[in-house]
């Protein structure tokens, strides 16, 4: 018969448990010291390269996008404020600011033509031709940045996918996801009509009557009924400005 554990037994088990713990914390703290060590040894070098390099940060935008990246993985942020150390050796507090105002104009411009929605790619076209005297080049990641700090002031302002393509959205509109399947079917030409809506998502024609009249409403989509076929147009200037430029 198999005797069980006495006191005396119990008790150095529990001893030998509460060694383990303690070691094992011990060693937590050892490793969350070494890693605050090696990120304030990180930090440093960051702002020794981004003294070496602030040139190459501001006028580069490729440049710029990797130092983002780096600080990034630090857990520094150089756009989280207009003062202190990053905006008084880069500037990069006041690029994106006025970048962001740029981009609300532009927006606002181009509101009445695109109901409030427009490609990325041609939000970046506009603005490096407003920027043409600027000494700073401008990427996507940099348009991206600067609205993301535009999203704080509750202005509507997103960026959304519709397939593989970025669009900015300026309004607060929301689209659900029978108007993100309208406007990626519409990427091929710039339009859709009603019959082709049905056809290629396998909708009834009331689904797709009211999402295209809930586009138009929203001022996403233009009418055109200029065609021998009949069949009415809704074309989508979001994306339509692209086809008809890669068209060109």
Same mark, same amino acid.
């Given at each position: !018969?198999?005797?069980? #554990?006495?006191?005396?037994?119990? %008790?150095?088990?529990? +001893?030998?448990?509460?060694?383990?713990?303690?070691?094992?914390?011990?060693?937590?703290?050892?490793?969350?010291?070494? !890693?605050?060590?090696?990120?304030?040894? *990180?930090?440093?070098?960051?702002?020794?390269?981004? %003294?070496?390099?602030?040139?190459?940060?501001?006028?580069? #935008?490729?440049?710029?996008?990797?130092?983002?990246? !780096?600080? +990034?993985?630090?857990?520094?942020? #150089?756009?989280?404020?207009?003062? =202190? *150390?990053?905006?008084?050796?880069? =500037?990069?507090?006041?690029?994106?600011?006025?970048?962001?105002?740029?981009?609300?104009?532009?927006?606002?411009?181009?509101?009445?033509?695109?109901?409030?929605?427009?490609?990325?790619?041609?939000? @970046?076209?506009?603005?490096? %031709?407003?920027?043409?005297?600027?000494?700073? +080049?401008?990427?996507?990641?940099? @348009?991206?940045?600067?609205?993301?700090?535009?999203?704080?002031?509750?202005?509507? *302002?997103?960026?959304?996918?519709?397939?593989?393509?970025?669009?900015?959205?300026?309004?607060?509109?929301?689209?659900?996801?029978?108007?993100?399947e309208i406007l990626e079917l519409a990427q091929g030409q710039g339009?859709?009509?009603?019959?082709?809506?049905?056809?290629?998502?396998?909708?009834s024609s009331g689904r797709a009557m009211d999402a295209l009249e809930?586009?138009?409403?929203?001022?996403?989509? !233009?009418?055109?009924?200029?065609?021998?076929?009949?069949?009415?147009?809704?074309?989508? #200037? @979001?994306?339509?400005?692209? *086809?008809?430029?890669? =068209? +060109?």
């Amino acid at each position: !018969m198999r005797r069980r #554990p006495g006191i005396a037994g119990l %008790q150095t088990a529990v +001893a030998a448990r509460d060694q383990y713990r303690l070691l094992g914390e011990n060693v937590a703290k050892i490793r969350a010291d070494l !890693m605050k060590e090696q990120l304030a040894t *990180f930090k440093s070098q960051l702002e020794e390269f981004a %003294q070496k390099h602030k040139n190459d940060i501001r006028k580069n #935008p490729t440049f710029r996008s990797q130092f983002h990246e !780096m600080c +990034a993985k630090v857990g520094v942020d #150089p756009l989280a404020s207009n003062k =202190g *150390f990053w905006a008084e050796l880069l =500037g990069i507090g006041d690029f994106y600011y006025e970048l962001g105002v740029q981009i609300v104009e532009i927006c606002l411009a181009t509101r009445s033509h695109n109901g409030g929605l427009i490609n990325l790619q041609e939000l @970046c076209s506009l603005l490096s %031709q407003r920027r043409r005297t600027a000494r700073e +080049a401008i990427s996507e990641d940099d @348009c991206l940045r600067a609205i993301s700090k535009l999203k704080v002031l509750g202005s509507g *302002f997103a960026v959304i996918s519709i397939g593989r393509k970025k669009l900015v959205r300026s309004v607060p509109t929301e689209l659900n996801r029978d108007h993100n399947e309208i406007l990626e079917l519409a990427q091929g030409q710039g339009y859709v009509t009603v019959e082709e809506v049905e056809r290629r998502l396998s909708w009834s024609s009331g689904r797709a009557m009211d999402a295209l009249e809930t586009l138009l409403k929203e001022g996403l989509a !233009m009418i055109d009924d200029g065609h021998r076929d009949g069949k009415r147009r809704y074309w989508f #200037p @979001c994306v339509a400005s692209i *086809f008809v430029t890669a =068209g +060109a």
